[in-house]
């Protein structure tokens, strides 16, 4: 259909109606969340222990202000309900600026483990530290001044400058992009830089000067519950009067009809709206993901007199992928190997140099056996694994970046890794059951 830019803009009479409009939902159906203050009328409607208890929590400022920058932080690519848990533990942990800030990088890493997209943790890390350092402890109040930051980028300035400080500030993330892109119609790669410069322009002009925060989060929400990826609920929808998206199929439907053409006979079911505007945004085909394949080793030192277990690990050097995390000994290798003994034999030689002494010279092994393969998904990388168990007895030897542990809850170590070990334990506790 042809048109003009124009017909991707608001007026200024949608643009009074949509903010309307979208406060008047968020201030009643808005998700109960540990880092969100809720908004004064939807106080006035809900009568909930957890919602005053998150009301009375988040009226310091400062407290709201931080708990905006952690959520945010882990909200980046990650699900809602798998960032609450971390987010409560986080901030039992870390309850302030100043707490994360004196913490050892390597607790921090702990708190953060099995989350992924590790690197957000040291740059909260270091964003606490440039707080105490140059800013009082105390998040700036402004998207400008937020965006010097270590790791805070363009939408969480904004995010934070509006919800922590009532800053008429935009912020645009993918559910963002996702509702705008229907509403004006938007069939674009929303990555290209102009266009993402004009969901910025559409959303800064949405937002309202009183209640910039809960706006911006009507928006979020909105994406997040109703105009979802797959399967948008137009009907539910509040601002579906000025979805151009919506609008274009009622269109087409019209001028069927005007035109007389009879229904298809051979379809069991028309399409209906939803599944039209789910064309919007523009899909942009998805690069395939890269593939590593990795050997890992999994060592129990078992002591026989104790009863008890160690298992060794290997510090990651840092910078890169899962940069200083924990892992059982792992090696990458260009191509999976077609027999278990490559396996053994590239991680014989390989063990020794992770010790002080030989390892061959000091244990004696009691079990050695293959665990299987699986996968792990990363945003660019499927690394599959292939996993060995070995049960030895002898000396916990040491090594520069080694250490044994008893449990791997206190270590940052990927779930990736912890995958592994689950799949281990399995097999070898079905092995002495059978013994």
């Known amino acids: 259909m042809d048109h003009s830019i124009y017909y991707h803009k608001f007026n200024s009479e949608e643009i009074d109606s949509i903010r309307n409009d979208m406060l008047e939902w968020y201030d009643t159906v808005q998700r109960v969340l540990p880092w969100r203050k809720p908004s004064v ?27 905006v920058l952690v959520s945010e932080i882990m909200l980046q690519q990650t699900r809602v309900d798998t960032v609450i848990d971390y987010f409560q533990r986080w901030m039992e942990i870390f309850p302030t600026i100043e707490d994360l800030a004196e913490a050892d990088i390597e607790d921090v890493r702990a708190a953060w483990a099995g989350l992924g997209y ?20 105390k998040l700036p109040q402004t998207a400008k001044e937020l965006l010097k930051l270590r790791g805070v980028g363009r939408y969480t300035s904004g995010a934070i400058a ?12 993918g559910n963002v992009i996702r509702v705008l892109s229907r509403v004006r119609a938007i069939s674009a790669e929303a990555k290209k830089s102009n266009i993402v410069d004009f969901y910025w322009k559409l959303a800064s002009d949405l937002v309202p000067p009183d209640r910039p925060g809960d706006f911006n989060q009507s928006l979020m929400e909105l994406g997040a519950t109703v105009c979802s990826v797959r399967n948008p609920s137009c009907t539910n929808c ?9 609008k274009e199929v009622s269109l087409i439907s019209d001028r069927q009809l005007e035109k007389g053409v009879k229904p298809c006979t051979l379809c069991t079911e028309s399409r209906g709206p939803a599944e039209q505007v789910v064309m919007y945004p523009l899909k942009i085909k998805k690069k395939q993901k890269k593939i590593m394949n990795t050997i890992v080793t999994i060592i129990e030192n078992y002591s026989s007199e ?33 027999k278990y003994r490559q396996h053994k034999n590239k991680m014989d030689g390989f063990l020794p140099s992770l010790f002080d002494l030989n390892p061959f010279d000091h244990w ?19 690394q599959i694994l292939s996993i060995e168990y070995i049960t030895v007895e ?3 030897l040491s090594g520069s970046r080694v250490q044994w542990i008893s449990t791997i ?8 890794m912890k995958k592994c070990l689950a799949l281990a334990l399995k097999k070898r506790n079905s092995r002495r059951r059978e013994k």
């Not at 590790?118 to 402890?137: D, F, I, M, P, W």
């Open 238 to 246: 509040p601002i579906s009067d000025y979805c151009n998206a919506y």
């Open 162 to 173: 509006s919800i922590a400080f009532g800053e008429k500030s935009a912020a645009v993330d």
């Open 364 to 382: 004696l092994i009691s079990d050695r056996f293959k665990v299987g393969t699986l996968e792990h998904l990363f945003t660019h990388i499927k």
């Open 41 to 67: 009328k939807y106080m006035n409607i809900c009568s909930d222990d957890e919602v005053d208890q998150y009301s009375e929590k988040l009226s310091n400022l400062d407290v709201h202000a931080y708990s």
């Open 118 to 137: 590790y690197r957000r943790a040291t740059y909260l890390h270091e964003c606490a530290k440039q707080l105490v350092e140059g800013y009082n402890s």
């Open 306 to 338: 104790t009863q008890e277990s160690k298992f060794v690990v290997v510090k990651r050097p840092e910078g890169g992928l899962l940069g200083s995390f924990w892992e059982f000994p792992s090696i990458d290798i260009t191509k999976a190997f077609d």
């Open 394 to 396: 002898g000396d916990l």
């Open 409 to 416: 809850e206190d270590l940052p170590i990927s779930t990736g």
